[in-house]
């Protein structure tokens, strides 16, 4: 009993650890993970992003290019097709009767009567089919 004594007294009260300072030490490094994670991850996400964010000029330039001329050639084959629509000629009977019978406005009877080259039977058969 007295070496159970002698040692308590020789433990001074800085030695004895309150289980509040046990838990705060077991925390503090799990955070220190969770940060160091953390930034790491960040590290990953920031080279991805960087990669991703390099284009050559050289690419970048030829496919604008391509873009425009795929959009200047597409301009100028509509423009062709509405000259020869509207080379097309078509009787307002036609335009009147097709308006009436599939219901729609003149305008859209005069369209389909130029795309078959003013055919009414043809225009018929296409919106029946």
Avoid at 34 to 45: F, H, I, L, Q
Avoid at 68 to 96: G, H, P
């Amino acid at each position: 009993m007295a070496k159970n004594q002698d040692a308590a007294k020789a433990a001074s009260p800085d030695d004895h650890v309150s289980d509040d300072e046990v838990e705060v030490e077991e925390t503090q490094p799990v955070k220190k993970t969770a940060m160091n994670e953390s930034k790491e991850a960040d590290k990953v996400t920031d080279y991805a992003e960087e990669k991703d964010a390099t284009v050559d000029e050289g690419t970048l330039k030829a496919a604008m290019t391509l873009i425009s001329a795929n959009r200047k050639k597409e301009k100028e084959l509509n423009e062709k097709r509405a000259k020869e629509l509207k080379a097309v000629s078509v009787k307002k009977e036609d335009i009147s009767l097709l308006s009436t019978e599939l219901e729609v406005d003149s305008s859209e009877a005069e369209q389909m009567l130029r795309e078959h080259n003013g055919d009414v039977l043809a225009v018929i058969r296409t919106v029946v089919a």
